[in-house]
């Protein structure tokens, strides 16, 4: 090869690696902004093989097109080509270098991984049960079930994932990690997130006709607001008398899919309750939890909201019946 | 479709549509056996991937009391009958050597020994299943009963059925036998189902070993 | 057992003289008695009758209620009907003659070749046929799965619910995929070598004709019974084409159809696979050494080799599924003391190496494809030979790279993501020596070529993106979101259906005849290309912005971006009505195809076009590399070879007969 096509070539895989480049990391934001440390350590990664992959896409881009161009034979050209048959070097080279490149990247996420398993032994765990198609999250030491996932910022936390059914998989994109809940088996994910906000809670292993609405919302929050969430919880929790259906409500997690402003229910996979329940009878309530199938609101899809409420206790139930209607009649 | 089938030969015919050429020969390894031997290599994969179920329920589920697991709401272990078992072993083993018996004495063309050889083999391999059975119907568990109880049935049911595929093609050779297909010089035929033999024998070995021993 | 080349032994034809004498037996009968698809008109409702009234009967005698149970049966039907329909075609008849005890009869090849177009539609052991039947199957079945992509991409192309609802959606999806693999690219890799690995290494058939009559017939079937899950009550499958328990179990009954069909599907690639081995190692042509086979030979002998020890795992893996739906066991049933994510480890065990199996013999005919249309041998010939068998090996020690987040014993998560990783090393040496290979060639910009290169720099993007999915951080973020959808197109699309399209040009005249139109098949790639990275590139970007995959419905925030992939894959369908267009057109009508086309030197293209019915006259001899461009004098092989060939060597054992 002579040196002005060297050059030539190497100035065309600059070209397409830079323009590779702007798009990558300047045109599109690839990823959501980073709201953990566990994702801080995961971007590093990600930024790793990136770069690496944009060199090697530059370099077969430029000498496929460099090729396509420079040796393209004439149409009545009977020529063959170079007969080379291989070049022990060559072959060498682009063996040993994507080892390298490769076990590199592996040997990084390596250390993200072992990293990212670790935390201080006085963590916070909350206990988060998935069920087609909705999700739970429970506070063994506050004594707090709630339908969405609220935590105080910079506090490292172990989620213990379950799930009543089928194979289900939590995701925040901010936080950057997802982990399966696998029924009969307990997982865990643990996080420590670093920014307050609110982010989306998404299924995404296939679980059935409701996996697409299969989402809830996790909230952080500073400390003392965190603090402040939790005395309101309790006390929700605590009131006994006419808030057993309250608490009924909360603790089933009936929040994460319906709107319903008196017990902090913000979900919107099934119909808002403020508005759908008004004028509606106590037996017609009824009906709508033990047999949601029966009679389905315009616009929401059947089959979706769990048909296992049934297995409510009677006084649980009248209480949820009553406390739906007095609540929603205005 | 048949005329056209079996080779009318038609007028502008290249040459080579008329006739196969000659075969040529590559390997020393005779297609068919070689044939039988990747179809074993896929057999004991599928065997494969029953062990990694068998394994899963064993390994990968906590079992506090031990392997075999606890009876569904009791305190008492499940109970296989190693003994019963070994004896159905041992059949199966023998019949190994009883198909072998009817390969070397193929080799001297001795019709008897053939006819012998496959006749015990067949009725040892039948023996087999009907202890099996007996077993199956005294057992006391179903397919249904734990992990334990599926993983159970489907390692020695695969191999059940694998004995029934080999005992039709031992009848199916015995018949040949009997009607003198088979010679010194000419005995492939034999020979396949009686490997096939050899690999339900070998695996049952390992299904025993890792179901009822370990 | 006793086939065609044990008969065919010592079988020398000095003179053209051919007699083949009478037909067998079963050739001898009554027209509704005689394999064809009169007699499958009368045996296929008979067994499905006959195993309705059997297992209906079995229950009402045992007093087992219900009598009609919709699971029972359809496991019963789709067991025992194939074996009647195939019988009634006449697939078992040799067999069936053998197994009774008959004396064996001399091959006649009453089944074999082509002399009219009825001849494509019948049990056939011709190779060259039963390539043309799986090409224009699975072409077939590649616009069904196609077609049921328009549709799940028509609900996409705006947030919430338009056409179709969510169980229809998942249907189509797991239909999509399930159809695309099974039925499309996994078999039409097997078609392709069908009809060239014979002719390649310079044999007559392959080493089974009847059994490879077989194995195309069981495809067919494995595709009916998928589609016919859209008729069955509560539609079709919608449990993805992974098909995980406990959603697997609970889902309605047409899963089972996937169940079944996946076993018959599976059942013809491993009959192929075994075939292709047996064909290669023991029928190559005198001279056709392992370090002159053409590497396409190469890829399919390894790829059949995944294939045989593979196979078996999703076949088991189907079966405990069945075994826990219909007999309710507990294997993965967390209950009864069942381990759920065992299923995973099983069917994965399979279902990666599976993508080896829809890419090696893609990489082998962009190996022949390259080399022919650059004038050039191709780079590093043995490095490129031994980069495939290291795949062939790490294959098998990857699968669960698919379960970093699935709740699988941690330890397990690093050892696979370095193998994983390391598999990137003899994939990039095969990138790196097509390049060489190109590079200071004579480039002639057919349409092969135009597939060929383009494979080259798509199959690097899903390549590099498979990178950062092997990652174990990074997959914890992007996996099962649209970023994976994004790379299995691109190394599926991108990668093995565009050396499809390669492999369907270069071969086109050969195989019929006649030449394809060049302008059209030259749009048909442009259209696709374009219209394939407008599909599928945005997918990158929403997956990893957090748009999980398998929703019907997503966050609004994404339907600008799933409007463009929506309006690309549209484009892209309609570009594949021009392939359909070019062939039906061509076929009938194209200019005559010359033998060697496009001056190449492995055997196929020595030969006539269409290949005479047997292939050659005289057993060739190979006396050279296949791809020795632009060495003056330098021959892949001798057709012509006179009377000094007949130092055939015996094989080691004579056939039992």
Not at chain 1, 166 to 177: D, G, K, Y
Not at chain 1, 291 to 304: F, I, L, Q, R
Not at chain 3, 377 to 393: D, H, K, Q, T
Request: net charge negative.
């Amino acid at each position: 090869m002579r040196k002005k096509s060297i050059i030539q070539l190497l100035i065309l895989a600059v070209g397409i690696g830079a323009a590779a480049f702007v798009i990558s990391f300047i045109g599109i934001p690839w990823l959501p902004k980073v709201g953990s440390e566990q994702g801080e350590r995961i971007d590093t990664v990600y930024v790793l093989a990136s770069v690496i992959s944009l060199v090697i896409f530059a370099i077969v881009a430029a000498a496929s097109l460099y090729a396509i161009f420079k040796f393209r034979a004439k149409p009545d050209d009977e020529e063959d080509g170079k007969p080379t048959h291989g070049h022990t070097g060559l072959e060498v080279v682009w063996t040993l270098i994507p080892t390298l490149l490769v076990t590199g990247i592996a040997v990084w996420s390596g250390v993200v991984v072992v990293k990212n398993d670790r935390l201080p032994a006085d963590h916070m765990v909350v206990e988060v049960t998935a069920a087609q198609f909705a999700w739970s999250f429970t506070y063994p030491d506050l004594n707090i079930t709630t339908g969405e996932l609220v935590l105080p910022v910079d506090e490292p936390v172990e989620l213990q994932l379950r799930s009543n059914d089928v194979i289900h998989s939590f995701w925040v994109p901010e936080w950057r990690q997802k982990q399966d809940a696998v029924p009969g088996i307990l997982t865990t994910y643990r996080i420590t997130p670093n920014r307050e906000g609110t982010f989306a809670v998404i299924c995404t292993e296939l679980c059935g006709l409701g996996h697409a609405v299969m989402r809830s919302q996790t909230r952080v929050l500073p400390q003392a607001e965190y603090d402040q969430w939790v005395a309101e919880q309790q006390a929700a929790v605590d009131g006994g008398g006419d808030n057993l259906g309250k608490a009924a409500f909360v603790n089933n997690g009936c929040g994460s899919c319906h709107v319903l402003a008196d017990a902090n229910g913000t979900g919107t996979t099934g119909p808002n309750l403020d508005e759908a329940l008004v004028g509606q009878t106590p037996d017609a309530v009824r009906e709508s939890i033990v047999a949601p199938s029966a009679v389905v609101t315009e616009g929401y899809p059947d089959n979706v909201m769990p048909k296992t409420y049934d297995t409510l206790s009677q006084d649980e139930l009248d209480a949820l019946v009553d406390y739906l209607v007095k609540t929603t009649s205005g | 479709m048949a005329s056209i089938a079996h080779g009318e030969v038609k007028p502008g015919k290249r040459p080579a549509d008329l006739h196969a050429p000659p075969i040529h020969y590559s390997s020393r390894v005779h297609p068919p056996l070689l044939g039988m031997y990747l179809f074993l290599g896929s057999e004991a994969m599928l065997f494969g991937s029953f062990f990694a179920a068998y394994f899963f329920a064993r390994v990968a589920v906590d079992h506090p009391e031990g392997w075999p697991p606890f009876r569904p709401g009791t305190e008492e272990q499940f109970h296989l009958p190693v003994y019963l078992a070994l004896i159905n072993t041992i059949i199966l083993v023998t019949s190994s050597f009883t198909a072998h018996w009817a390969t070397t004495a193929i080799k001297k063309d001795q019709r008897s020994g053939v006819i012998g050889g496959l006749l015990l083999t067949f009725f040892l391999g039948l023996a087999f299943l009907l202890v099996q059975a007996r077993e199956y119907s005294h057992i006391g568990f179903s397919p249904r009963d734990e992990a334990f109880g599926s993983t159970f049935y489907a390692l020695t049911g695969l191999h059940g059925v694998h004995v029934l595929m080999g005992l039709s093609l031992l009848l199916m050779t015995l018949v040949r036998a009997i009607r003198g297909h088979y010679s010194a010089k000419n005995h492939l035929g034999l020979e396949l189902p009686i490997i096939y033999w050899h690999f339900v024998d070998v695996m049952w070995i390992i299904v025993y070993v890792t179901v009822y021993v370990l | 057992m006793a086939t065609h080349v044990l008969d065919g032994h010592g079988h020398h034809h000095e003179g053209h003289d051919d007699h083949h004498g009478p037909p067998p037996p079963w050739l001898q009968r009554g027209p509704l008695r005689r394999g064809g698809w009169l007699k499958a008109l009368w045996t296929t409702p008979l067994s499905f009758g006959l195993a309705t009234a059997f297992i209906c009967g079995l229950r009402a005698l045992t007093n087992w209620d219900p009598v009609w149970d919709l699971e029972v049966l359809l496991v019963g039907w789709t067991v025992v009907v194939p074996f009647g329909f195939l019988y009634g075609l006449g697939a078992f008849d040799y067999w069936l003659y053998f197994v009774t005890g008959r004396k064996t009869l001399p091959e006649d090849h009453s089944g074999h070749g082509a002399d009219s177009w009825k001849d494509y539609f019948r049990v056939n052991t011709d190779h060259k046929v039963i390539g043309v039947q799986y090409a224009v199957t699975t072409f077939f079945f590649f616009l069904v799965a196609g077609l049921l992509a328009l549709f799940l991409r028509a609900e996409l192309a705006e947030p919430g619910s338009q056409f179709v609802d969510s169980n229809t959606f998942n249907g189509f999806t797991s239909s999509h995929a399930t159809i695309m693999i099974f039925l499309f690219i996994v078999p039409v890799f097997a078609g392709m070598g069908n009809y060239v690995i014979p002719l390649m290494i310079g044999a007559a058939d392959m080493a089974y004709p009847k059994l490879n009559a077989l194995s195309f017939w069981l495809l067919p079937i494995a595709g009916l019974m998928m589609l016919a899950s859209f008729i069955v009550p509560g539609g079709a499958f919608n449990a993805g084409w992974t098909n995980y328990p406990p959603l697997a179990e609970h889902v309605q009954v047409g899963n089972l159809l996937f169940q079944m069909g996946v076993q018959w599907a599976g059942a013809s690639s491993i009959l192929t696979a075994l075939n292709f081995i047996v064909t290669i190692i023991t029928m190559r042509a005198p001279g056709m050494t392992f370090w002159r086979m053409p590497l396409l030979v190469w890829a399919n002998f390894t790829t059949s080799m995944l294939v045989v020890l593979a196979t078996p795992f999703i076949a088991g893996s189907q079966f405990l599924l069945t075994f826990d739906r219909v007999l309710h066991t507990n294997f993965f049933v967390p209950e009864g003391g069942g381990y759920v994510v065992g299923y995973q480890h099983i069917f994965w065990f399979y279902s990666h190496p599976a993508v080896y199996i829809m890419l090696l013999p893609g990489f082998g005919i962009i190996s022949e494809v390259l080399a022919v249309f650059a004038r050039k041998p191709v780079f590093g010939y043995r490095l490129m030979a031994l980069s495939l068998v290291g795949i062939l090996i790490l294959g098998f020690s990857v699968w669960a790279h698919h379960m970093f987040v699935a709740g699988m014993a941690p330890w397990l998560r690093i050892p696979m993501m370095v193998t994983t990783l390391l598999i990137a090393v003899p994939t990039g040496i095969k990138i790196f020596s097509w390049l060489a290979t190109i590079w200071d060639g004579r480039i002639h910009m057919r349409a092969p070529m135009y597939w060929a290169l383009g494979f080259i720099s798509m199959f690097v993007i899903g390549g590099l993106s498979g990178i950062f999915l092997g990652s174990v951080p990074i997959d914890q973020h992007a996996s099962d979101t649209y970023f994976v959808v994004a790379h299995i197109h691109y190394v599926l699309f991108g990668g093995s259906v565009f050396t499809i399209f390669a492999g369907a040009y270069y071969w086109f005249p050969k195989m019929t005849g006649r030449m394809y139109n060049e302008r059209l098949a030259k749009l048909h790639f442009w259209l696709t290309f374009v219209a394939f990275n407008v599909t599928f590139f945005v997918q990158h970007y929403i997956g990893l912005d957090g748009m999980p995959r398998r929703v019907a419905d997503y966050d609004p925030v994404y339907a600008d971006w799933n409007l463009v992939s929506s309006l690309g894959s549209f484009v892209l369908g309609a570009a594949q009505l021009i392939f359909i267009y070019n062939v039906i057109v061509s076929w009938r009508s194209g200019a005559k195809a010359p033998a060697n086309p496009w001056r190449a030197m492995t055997i196929e293209w020595q030969l006539p076009s269409p290949p005479p019915k047997y292939n050659f006259d005289e057993v060739p001899r190979v006396v050279g590399g296949p791809y020795e461009y632009g060495i003056p004098g330098a021959r892949h092989v001798i057709l012509e070879g006179g009377s000094e060939l007949s130092t055939t060597p015996e094989p080691a054992r004579v056939g039992a007969h």
